[in-house]
């Protein structure tokens, strides 16, 4: 399984970024897709992930802001970050967790000025 990740950049506290991570390769069910963020001199921590029936997690300094979602037809989700503040930025990584085994996609920066 292979993740590719998109989305990130630069926007203004306030503002919103749409990060996508497609996944190729085998994705058998029950899985486990989402994103992680670290940011500079921090640990990588969950943003959000969701599962092969839709259910949730979401990181608390997130929640309310953060949607993830999925399209399995595409091997495909998205994370919608809305109400981005300083401290949303990070790289965030595509995450999946399939048959016992993690995935990492690249990280994409995401950057947000204050």
């Known amino acids: 399984v292979q993740l590719q990740a998109s989305g990130g950049g630069l926007v203004q506290a306030g503002g919103s970024l749409r990060l996508s991570c497609a996944a190729s390769g085998s994705i058998d069910s029950p899985n486990i897709m989402g994103w992680f963020r670290q940011a500079p001199g921090k640990q990588r921590e969950l943003a959000a992930i969701?599962?092969?029936?839709?259910?949730?997690e979401y990181a608390n300094s997130v929640k309310g802001r953060f949607t993830i979602s999925r399209d399995n037809d595409k091997s495909t989700w998205y994370l919608q970050m809305n109400s981005l503040k300083p401290e949303d930025a990070a790289v965030y990584y595509c995450?999946?967790?399939?048959?016992?085994?993690?995935?990492w996609g690249q990280g994409t920066q995401v950057t947000v000025s204050s």
């Open positions: 969701i599962s092969n029936v839709g259910s949730t």
């Open positions: 995450y999946a967790y399939v048959r016992g085994r993690t995935y």
